[in-house]
């Protein structure tokens, strides 16, 4: 199976895509609600919950894992390789090596979590591949919040969007990653505060691509995943109506989510 | 040792009380903030994490612990009080006394977690003293996160709390009580936006006046508690920028943090 995991539901958003991209493949998935969020809290603290994650993944069965969480792949995902025998592939460098791909002007944004913004990883990554290039990070704590709440068209989020993104527009970016896997969820929100020129970036997409081309070129690992022929499964380790909602909302269908204790 | 714990730095606003109102205690504190928020998970998980926080403070030598978090306290205090010998403080019940003592029209209002308000604990303890009275509860999940973000006067703090409060406005309530302890730093906005006439009741306050009333009556437990002369402790799970900014602007001094791991 193909393991994913995130902080909470955000990387339901990684999931689905990879659903859409990479049809045929069953996926386990875990999200971790009982620590959630990740983005404020300390390098430490989320590799220790992200070793956990994987723990369990490998247990149910994955054979490679995805870390469907900006805040963890910037700061714990060299631990997990180290760790792991499995493949494990994050959200961070496919994102860059579009945003280094797409960039005319060689100047890009970057949004994310504090955890995210704070590693730098991004600005560092883009940079090895253009090193010419002008990176501007901007943390936007208060989005996930806001997401989680569903208050995905109210006014205050509009106008907390319009702070956190007018520094970037300042920089005549144009284009913009979305460091967090929540942020596709207002990308109709985002696209008009930058300009309909800016590209946005959506790091859950470049993932599902970047799984579905790694694939293509690993057929023994493609067979060893499709040997297991049960459904998709999602597990939680917390369980809360708004999150059983956001889930269903990602997935546009009903969505079974298992509670387990971690 | 007076011990109290909360979810992350909100329960500070109740130690501060009580180092005003009690001195000469000295205090040990937990915040868990590897865990935080508690208000957006399930009674489950925020009775688990209560639990080994209390095993916490008793190993540190607390003999009462005050349950400095509303989200704990509305969920887990009857398990914690079966579990454990020792005295166990709530912040709900000084607050729910304070309200029914105090309102006129019998007009009470409740702003909160989504834990806190899901309870219905407040509406249930002041109907238990106030029968005839009604009571109006809110849950306001995002004034958490923009707190911690130190927006305690940005425009989009005082819309997002007009939006919460609207609805208590219309009925026409005499007492607000603001259930979840971070909610104290944001007084300064609440007022002018529910009417001077209202009053506010800060649950961290009544917390703090209800420990004090009850140590009087105990001198046993008093000279116990002043037997350990050593200066009060602030613990916490994780330790990032923001939450030392927000314990040292709470306190109005700087306060050292000492991280475990649990």
Redesign the interface.
């Known amino acids: 199976m193909i393991g994913i995991f995130d902080s909470g539901v955000g990387g339901m958003t990684v999931a689905r895509a990879i659903e859409k991209l990479c049809p045929g493949y069953p996926l386990v998935y875990f999200g971790d609600?009982?620590?959630?969020p990740y983005g404020?809290?300390?390098i430490?603290?989320i590799t220790r919950y992200s070793m956990r994650n994987c723990d369990f993944l490998l247990e149910q069965g994955a054979q490679i894992i995805v870390i469907a969480c900006n805040s963890a792949s910037s700061t714990s995902s060299d631990a997990l390789r180290k760790k792991y025998d499995v493949p494990i592939i994050d959200v961070i460098t496919p994102a860059t090596e579009k945003a280094a791909a797409i960039s005319r002007n060689k100047r890009v944004g970057v949004i994310g979590t504090?955890a995210t913004i704070n590693s730098t990883i991004y600005e560092k990554r883009i940079k090895k591949i253009l090193p010419e290039s002008k990176v501007y990070s901007q943390s936007c704590?208060?989005l996930v919040?806001?997401v989680?709440?569903g208050?995905l068209s109210k006014?205050?989020t509009k106008?907390?969007l319009r702070?956190y993104l007018y520094p970037l527009r300042l920089k005549k970016i144009d284009t913009l990653v979305l460091g967090c896997t929540h942020y596709p969820l207002l990308k109709d929100l985002i696209q008009p505060r930058m300009g309909q020129r800016v590209n946005l970036i959506d790091s859950s997409v470049e993932a599902a691509l970047f799984l579905q081309k790694y694939l293509t070129g690993m057929p023994d690992l493609r067979n060893k995943i499709t040997q297991h022929d049960g459904p998709s499964k999602f597990f939680v380790?917390?369980?809360?109506t708004?999150v059983q909602d956001l889930a269903s909302k990602i997935f546009c269908r009903n969505i079974h989510l298992e509670k387990i204790n971690v």
Chains 1, 2 share one sequence.
């Open positions: 609600i009982a620590h959630t404020s809290k300390s430490d603290t504090r704590p208060l919040p806001l989680e709440e208050w006014r205050e106008m907390i702070r380790s917390d369980l809360t708004p």
